[in-house]
């Protein structure tokens, strides 16, 4: 008889531990607004600590480096070229027709519990009525009325209007909300919850508790800052004006005010982590931001720029099994994280996938990758410029377009020698060598491929690559 218990125990405990094995994780994801990849997450230790647990990204980028493309790129897992946001303004009217095929239902179609949290989509509540986006089980959206007030603020809550104070910081009423939504979960459903704070997004608004805080903090100003000679460089860029004392003091000050903006978003970390508990050991947990922002490399402030310091994004996944502390060097981008999170949670798009799971690759640096990806700038005005690039391990090429012209500037950047993008090789002024004029004519194919590609046909792994040095001169 004690010989039938002991097996009978031995089967439930192998039966127990399968069906644990095979739950659906839980998914975080975090999005911050404008959040750069050069050393701004070393300033928050919760995020640093999170880095150090997971899988870092070296070479993360926004598919359009600008907020209501790059987070419609997320939503749908499409590029901009695909969904056809392809600016800021009235954004959410071109993405409404759509806000049924995107990552929420999909999840909910699933068996999960979803949430969504914070900034939405640019023009949301005012290219239409404030309204509940299919697909999601709690929906808080902030509306950025007066220019994303930190302060003062509405949201749309599950169908109702409700206005914050003076005194309510908009970073930590996301995270009670989304502390709450956690402690709401049982294990009896799997919850992806999507969670964005406008922070670090200007008008840089720390919260008064962190006023201050990195007063001395130095403001490290990269070759590319203020690039004195931008000849080389598209119309847009060569149209910009030096930056003089009061504008180069004025970035450093909001340089501090970014990062203490991002000091919310660290303690809204912490907070989600301890809210999880022992889930998680079963929790995905996702931190990105949905484009980077240059402060005055190559003279530029802000964002939709296909240089570094605009299009690369901080990227960390901490995945349960997974020993921390890895660092990944191959090339991703939003639409990736949108495949990763439906392959682990079993979920179908409705529409085809521009991006790939990067599961494989979180457990396996080693397996092929793409050898290149494409990142969109472009505004609805034709008169304003647009352009489509082209990033490799090792090359950037640009192909950029301004006044409606069908005639591009060409640019050509040699990363392993010029990593802050300064000289561009196939500049109009210069006659290229014959090693970067066969460098263009090989990414004009790649990008040819990409610029209107659909699904499938954006994975780009093509052989053999351009050498790193200029081999025939």
Sequence with gaps: MKKLFLVLMASLTLITGANAASKKPNIVLIMTDDQDDNGSIWTMPTVTALARQGVR?????????????????????????????????????????????????????????????????????????????????????????????YYDFSMYENGHMVQYGPKD??????????????????????????????????????????????????????????ENDVSDKPSYIQEMPLIDAAGDLANEVEFRQRRECLMAVDEMVKAIIDALGNKIDNTIIIYTSDNGWSQGDHRKIGKNLQYESASKVPLIIRWPGIAGGQVRRQLVNNLDLTATVLDVAGATATNPLDGVSLKNLIRDDTIPWRTSILIETSYYSPEKYHSYSVRSNDWLYVESYSGGTSVAFHEVYNQTLDPYQLKNEVA??????????????????????????????????????????????
């Excluded at 979960?185 to 919850?191: A, K, T």
């Excluded at 919850?193 to 508790?209: K, Q, V």
Aim: with cysteine; proline share 11%; glycine share 8%.
């Design 169 to 226: 910081y908009s970073t930590d009423i996301f995270k009670t909300k989304a502390v709450n939504f956690i402690k709401r979960q049982h294990n009896s459903s799997p919850f992806f919850l999507l969670l964005t704070p406008n922070a670090p997004h200007r008008p840089h608004i720390p919260a008064a508790r962190h006023v201050g805080m990195f007063s001395s903090l130095p403001f490290e100003r990269s070759p590319a800052y203020d």
């Design 57 to 149: 990204f070296t070479n993360s980028y926004a598919a359009q480096p600008l907020c209501a493309p790059s987070r419609s790129s997320f939503l749908s897992g499409q590029y901009p070229h695909n969904h056809g946001v392809l600016g800021n303004f009235h954004a959410y009217g071109a993405f409404q027709p759509r806000e049924d095929r995107t990552i929420g239902p999909w999840l909910q179609s699933a068996g999960y519990q979803t949430a969504y949290i914070g900034k939405i989509i640019n023009g949301y509540g005012e290219d239409s009525l404030p309204h509940v986006l299919p697909g999601w089980n709690e929906f808080d959206g902030w509306i950025p009325n007066d220019h994303n007030k």
């Design 428 to 473: 109009p002024s210069k006659t290229p060598s014959r090693f970067y004029s066969k460098v263009k004519d090989y990414f004009r194919g790649d990008l040819n491929t990409l610029k209107t590609c659909v699904g499938p046909s954006c994975w780009i792994r093509s052989f053999p690559r351009p050498p790193k040095e200029k081999a025939d001169e």
